[in-house]
């Protein structure tokens, strides 16, 4: 099909945004051309191949009331376009601008549109190839978070580890662990990474405030949060934060144990989808089992060090009575006591 510039836009929603042109160059529009989306519903080409899933020809761009006039491509004389169409759903438009006037037909508007089937099935290839790749990129890093929290020392250095590994995992603005205190039932903010990063973990949370860890805890399954102002009774510091922003919160929980919080931030504009949303459901109790088994290791460690000062104090007790059952005055015992308190510090 003749043409003097081509096109592929796909639909976002009800917008249609070039992603690849040719041609364009002739007329310094190649870049202009590429920076600018479509309301679908405001262009009567665009409409009738969302709508009808057919093709389209304008033969005269000048004459044709169907066509909106732009000052910007008034060198288009001529327009064609076909439906991409993939599982029965038009997810973009193949389009074909000529300079010259009275050019394309119906018939070539069929031509184009066995162009754009060949279009689609190339198209649908490239989306599984990419799904594939993202699935087995979220795998490695779903296995590096489960290792690195399993392996970390500490709490805190576990709660780092999530962070950083889940602010990966959803290509995320920021990234949050909270754990639970469960004799004040409030949350500890522990760990964040991307925005807020030195800020969150210094937050204080006053006892009887509502936060999303909560709101987590509460629901018992990830949720997403698409306007953290409509979050009943939420904490109004909180809002600050995460106006604008949509958030993912994950509940941490084990045999039925309040853990924490995972808590997912996306940039201005990001839309929470239902593959995050199953992600989330996916790694849930992995991330849950990670926390509990580094709280009962960090309670096993603070069990042995209590211990151990035990032993140490009833080792000096002893020492000391020994001493003391040789010593004559009373400045000799002070003394005794004094160096053997110190020497266990």
Wanted: proline share 3%; aromatic share 8%.
């Amino acid at each position: 099909v003749p043409h003097t510039a081509a096109n592929i836009m796909l639909v976002e929603g009800d917008q249609a945004r070039i992603v690849k042109a040719k041609g364009y160059q002739s007329y310094q529009q190649q870049d202009f051309i590429l920076s600018i989306s479509y309301t679908i519903r405001n262009y009567f080409n665009l409409r009738y191949l969302a709508e009808n899933a057919k093709p389209i020809a304008i033969s005269n761009t000048r004459t044709d009331a169907r066509w909106i006039k732009s000052d910007t491509l008034e060198w288009i004389g001529s327009y064609a376009a076909a439906p991409i169409i993939i599982d029965g759903n038009v997810i973009g438009f193949l389009n074909l601008d000529s300079q010259q006037e009275d050019l394309y037909t119906q018939e070539h508007a069929q031509r184009l549109m066995a162009f754009a089937n060949q279009a689609a099935i190339a198209i649908r290839n490239a989306q599984l190839f990419n799904q594939l790749q993202v699935k087995a990129r979220q795998t490695t890093i779903v296995n590096d978070l489960t290792q690195a929290a399993i392996s970390a020392s500490t709490l805190k250095d576990m709660a780092q580890s999530l962070a950083d590994r889940l602010l990966q995992l959803f290509d995320a603005y920021g990234a949050y662990i909270t754990l639970w205190d469960d004799e004040q039932q409030k949350p500890i903010p522990t760990a964040a990474s991307g925005y807020l990063q030195k800020e969150y973990p210094t937050l204080v949370v006053s006892l009887g405030e509502y936060t999303l860890t909560h709101l987590a805890l509460e629901c018992g399954i990830p949720k997403a949060i698409s306007d953290i102002t409509q979050v009943s009774g939420v904490s109004k510091t909180i809002i600050g934060f995460l106006t604008d922003h949509e958030t993912l919160v994950i509940p941490l929980i084990a045999d039925q144990k309040p853990l924490g919080a995972a808590i997912i931030v996306f940039q201005t504009g990001k839309d929470i989808s239902s593959e995050d949303l199953t992600l989330a459901e996916q790694i849930c109790p992995q991330i849950s089992l990670a926390v509990a088994k580094a709280r009962l290791l960090t309670y096993e460690q603070i069990q042995l060090a209590e211990i151990g000062r035990t032993n140490q104090l009833l080792s000096a007790l002893s020492r000391m009575a020994a001493r003391i059952a040789s010593a004559h005055d009373l400045e000799t015992i002070f003394s005794t006591l004094g160096d053997e308190l110190k020497s266990i510090g």
